[in-house]
């Protein structure tokens, strides 16, 4: 285990960043029912079946030292209601991307969602002392695309017929990342979008 794979807990005011545990397998499946994720074709996010084999598979991961997956609960109550990782860990040049993260539809675009990534970022970047930090996304996932340039991070271009969908089709990937010398411009901005009234749910 390097000390990027090292579990950990992440706590902000609205998100609570757990290692991932069987024990999560239950909120997960009605996290995963909120809004029936997993019918959005260009994601791999698990029905609830299917969830029990998808917590194994990212258990093995980490076992492996290639990924260090969270679930992120609810900061009130502990209640889980995603999933993310840090994955295709580069211990040696320090670099780490956040993915294969998805959330129940009634926290999305919310203050938590800010939240994750600041205390995802700020890990990776004061603690584990990474010179990148990536994000990868399908080309058709609009959604996830737009919330990842709120972020602040940057295109680094596109990987054309890079993977399969869950369908079969070829997948176009996104491919974004944001560097040590943006991250205090980043932590400002989402510090800001955190602190900030407004009505309703909070965008990241």
């Known amino acids: 285990m390097t000390e990027i794979t090292a579990p950990i807990t992440l706590r902000g005011r609205h998100a609570l960043l757990e290692p991932l545990a069987p024990a999560h397998h239950d ?6 029912r909120d809004g029936e994720l ?7 996010i698990p029905r609830p079946e299917g969830m029990r084999a998808e ?3 990212r258990l093995g991961l980490h076992a492996a030292g290639s990924m260090l997956p969270f679930a992120v609960c609810v900061a009130d109550g502990g209640r889980a209601v995603g999933m993310t990782t840090y994955m295709n860990i580069d211990a040696r040049h320090r ?9 129940a539809r009634s926290v999305q675009r919310t203050a938590l969602n800010t939240e994750c990534k600041l205390l995802l970022l700020a890990h990776a970047f004061e603690t ?14 609009q959604a996830s695309r737009r919330a990842i340039e709120r972020l602040g991070a940057k295109a680094d271009g596109i990987l054309r017929s890079h993977q399969r969908h869950a369908d079969g089709s070829l ?10 010398a943006e991250w205090p411009a980043v932590k400002s901005h989402l510090t800001y979008q955190l602190a900030r009234p407004r009505p309703g749910s909070q965008p990241c």
Do not use: H, K, M, P
């Not at 909120?27 to 995963?32: D, F, N, P, V």
């Open 27 to 32: 909120a997960l499946c009605e996290a995963a």
């Open 38 to 44: 997993w019918n959005l074709w260009y994601t791999a």
């Open 55 to 57: 917590i194994d598979r």
């Open 95 to 103: 670099r780490v991307e956040i993915g294969s993260t998805w959330y």
């Open 128 to 141: 584990l002392q990474c010179i990148a930090v990536e994000f990868r996304t399908s080309f058709f996932n």
């Open 171 to 180: 997948r176009d990937t996104c491919v974004y990342s944001i560097i040590a």
